[in-house]
């Protein structure tokens, strides 16, 4: 009778500790959504409720896009589809899916109670009692040397081929011409030997998706290949933040005088390769003070924090900026590519200071060098990933214009844009775990390129 009853108990108080966390997260998001962004309040009562989250209690949060951009309205899509793309269109509701998925993931992380500490507590139960909990679609990794990565399934990438070549034949018939750039992941292709096509299948994934583009014809720069030779096998890892994804920025500035040395070669872009050495920009190091994408998943209680670098300009700059998300259109230098306040240390799981770099991920962005103007008029289009953010401001300094876009936050037509934009050359850069995924045909995939 006494363990029925113990169990009733148990139960009552798992329960009330359920009630207690839907409870803070309703008040803690009503706060945030009614009083702080409405009502524009500040004070000892927002304060109490948002105590742990300072970042809640800013009237601007962090955020990829503060100005809505109808890119639908401005680039709109041709009646009809091109049949190369529609044999791949799926008619489930997966894209809503994952939509309201990441809204409840994105929901609780944010307003739930103490969830960094709660997280940080279950790691650390995990390690006293020998768990070891997998997130299903993407778990971390623990390399010997102490950097994280994430691990992909080996995939099916004939539907972003077939959609890679559907962007270069929109290309061809723009008078354009399509270079493929694959980015590096921290995994590396010529080592890694216990989790490179083992555990991680990423490289065989872009491996395929390189050689189907080649057999299509279609340019290719095979980055993993370039900075292996260039670092060596044993210092590859030290491209990358130990607990985030990302490449360095220093990282970023060898891949732009690579990607510019191609553009010059392979396309006679006009490149002016002044500013392309380390020794060209003043580096100013924030030790301990970024938390990447795999640190804030496996928790301090796991890994200690990155420093990140901040490299600007020794010599002269002179820019102008057009970012419409944030209403940015305007002359400057250098820094008018940076948001130093991704910089600023509101706490190690609240922001990503990679953001710092063109703003983070934005629909597009356009960058005129004001200091070549006698250079001939050729436009560079980058469609990326948050790879590219490191590398674009430095492929900038060498380039006339340059024009970015990220395909997860423009949802108009690639095809119409390329139409109207006519860039001279077309490039796309992704790390191999964009092909590792399978495109969701919603206007937010990196390869879908209608």
Not at 100 to 126: A, F, N, Q
Not at 303 to 331: E, G, M, Q, R, W
Request: with cysteine.
């Amino acid at each position: 009778m006494s363990i029925n009853k113990n169990k009733n108990i148990l139960m009552l108080l798992c329960m009330g500790i359920l009630v207690i966390m839907c409870a803070s997260i309703i008040l803690r998001f009503g706060t945030r959504q009614v009083l702080v962004k409405r009502l524009h309040m500040n004070n000892a009562v927002t304060q109490t409720i948002l105590f742990d989250a300072p970042q809640l209690q800013e009237l601007h949060a962090v955020s990829n896009q503060d100005v809505k951009i109808p890119w639908e309205e401005l680039y709109p899509f041709a009646d009809g589809k091109d049949e190369t793309i529609t044999r791949y269109l799926r008619t489930g509701n997966e894209a809503p899916k994952q939509k309201i998925t990441s809204k409840i993931e994105k929901w609780t992380t944010e307003y739930l109670l103490g969830y960094y500490p709660i997280v940080e507590l279950g790691r650390h139960l995990e390690d006293i009692v020998g768990w070891r909990i997998i997130n299903p679609k993407l778990d971390v990794l623990k390399m010997a040397d102490g950097y994280l990565t994430y691990r992909y399934p080996k995939v099916d990438v004939g539907e972003h081929i077939e959609s890679l070549k559907y962007l270069n034949q929109t290309a061809i018939d723009n008078n354009s011409k399509l270079l493929y750039i694959q980015a590096p992941f921290k995994v590396n292709k010529y080592g890694d030997k216990d989790i490179n096509g083992r555990l991680d299948f990423s490289n065989a994934n872009a491996d395929e998706l390189l050689q189907g583009l080649a057999e299509a014809g279609i340019d290719t720069l095979d980055l993993r290949e370039v900075l292996n030779e260039k670092v060596g096998r044993e210092h590859f890892h030290e491209l990358f933040f130990r607990t985030d994804h990302h490449w360095k920025p220093e990282t970023g500035l060898m891949a732009a005088e690579i990607i510019a040395r191609q553009l010059q070669a392979a396309y006679d872009i006009d490149v002016d390769f002044s500013h392309f050495n380390l020794a060209d920009y003043e580096v100013t190091v924030y030790k301990d003070w970024f938390l990447g994408s795999q640190g804030k998943k496996v928790t301090l209680a796991r890994t200690s924090p990155d420093d990140i670098a901040l490299l600007k300009p020794n010599f002269t700059s002179k820019v102008h900026v057009y970012l419409p998300t944030k209403s940015i259109n305007a002359d400057g230098d250098f820094s008018l590519m940076l948001e130093m306040r991704h910089l600023d240390k509101t706490g190690y799981y609240t922001d990503s200071p990679y953001n710092t770099y063109i703003y983070g991920d934005q629909p597009l962005m356009d960058i005129n060098n004001l200091q070549l103007a006698d250079f001939r008029e050729q436009n560079v289009l980058i469609i990326k990933d948050s790879f590219a953010n490191a590398m674009s401001p430095f492929l900038a300094m060498g380039l006339k214009h340059l024009t970015v876009l990220d395909l997860r936050h423009f949802n108009g037509s690639v095809a119409k844009y390329i139409e109207t934009a006519k860039p001279t050359v077309i490039l796309v850069l992704y790390n191999p775990a964009a092909a590792s995924q399978k495109i969701v045909w919603d206007h937010s995939s990196l390869f879908d390129f209608r």
